[in-house]
């Protein structure tokens, strides 16, 4: 298959592009900074400039006709209270986390409706399913990726196209190099400081990158996708179905201890 994996530089981009490429498929790992790899090939796109996107899109096409598979892995964190969070900031992340992995089903969708065939990946988050305290904002714009991904899997159906969202837990990259972390006002610090060493300590013993990847590689082998997959430890994982299922009272309750914030 031919594949197109944004956020290929580093972390769980470049595993998935070397990972995919290694098992036989043509792989375009799309990223700012060129991905230094033997095994696929690096475009320098900012996905969220379109014109960039067209432009590699187009260049796959030339080169192979086809693009089978889209994995939307590009995105930031974003930490801070929601108080002291400022417009400039929410936009540069909801930029990057939902217009950008739109703005590549745009270029892709057209050459997959062509086709009658394409799979669709957009990697959201665990916790995008509940607000997370210090990230409010993150957990939003990955929530506004899954919605979308909801609609869209309605509106491709009828071209055997395909999408779902894929649900990280703490995976151990190199995020808080690239989170956006936000003024945090003196009524929240101590709080804060106490959840974002906990925040890097999940990272830091977090599931490995590899795993990540074989779990997609066994994905892509599914005829059929449901509409959410969640990965990661089970401590994580289970807070999803308890957010169903307990009252919201008690269930902030259980985050709160969680966090530590008690």
Same mark, same amino acid.
């Given at each position: 298959?031919?594949?197109?994996? +944004?956020? *290929?530089? =580093? $972390?769980?981009?470049?595993?998935?592009?070397? +990972?995919? *490429?290694? =098992? $036989?498929?043509?792989?375009?790992?799309?990223?700012?900074?060129?991905?230094?790899?033997?095994?696929?090939?690096?475009?320098?796109?900012d996905v969220t400039d379109k014109e960039q996107i067209n432009q590699a899109v187009s260049s796959v096409i030339e080169k192979e006709g086809r693009i089978d598979v889209l994995i939307n892995n590009a995105g930031m964190g974003m930490v801070?209270?929601?108080?002291?969070?400022?417009?400039?900031?929410?936009?540069?992340?909801?930029?990057?986390?939902?217009?950008?992995p739109i703005q590549m089903i745009s270029a892709v969708m057209p050459y997959m409706r062509e086709k009658r065939f394409g799979k669709i990946i957009n990697v959201s988050s665990i916790g995008s399913e509940m607000g997370l305290p210090f990230r409010g904002f993150y957990s939003a714009s990955k929530s506004a990726l899954d919605k979308a991904t909801e609609a869209l899997r309605y509106?491709?159906?009828n071209w055997d196209v395909q999408a779902t969202s894929l649900h990280l837990g703490d995976i151990k990259t190199n995020i808080a190099e690239s989170r956006i972390k936000t003024r945090v006002s003196e009524a929240y610090t101590t709080v804060f400081n106490k959840i974002y060493a906990l925040m890097n300590a999940h990272v830091d013993h977090g599931t490995e990158p590899s795993e990540v990847a074989d779990y997609v590689v066994d994905l892509l082998d599914k005829k059929s996708w449901k509409a959410h997959y969640y990965f990661g430890k089970f401590g994580q994982k289970i807070g999803v179905p308890l957010k169903w299922i307990l009252p919201q009272n008690f269930y902030e309750n259980l985050m709160r201890k969680y966090s530590k914030m008690d």
């Open positions: 298959m031919v594949i197109i994996i +944004t956020g *290929a530089s =580093k $972390g769980i981009g470049f595993t998935l592009a070397e +990972t995919l *490429a290694k =098992k $036989g498929h043509v792989v375009y790992g799309l990223s700012r900074q060129i991905a230094d790899s033997a095994h696929f090939k690096g475009i320098s796109v801070g209270s929601v108080e002291d969070t400022t417009k400039e900031d929410i936009h540069k992340l909801f930029d990057l986390n939902l217009v950008g509106e491709i159906k």
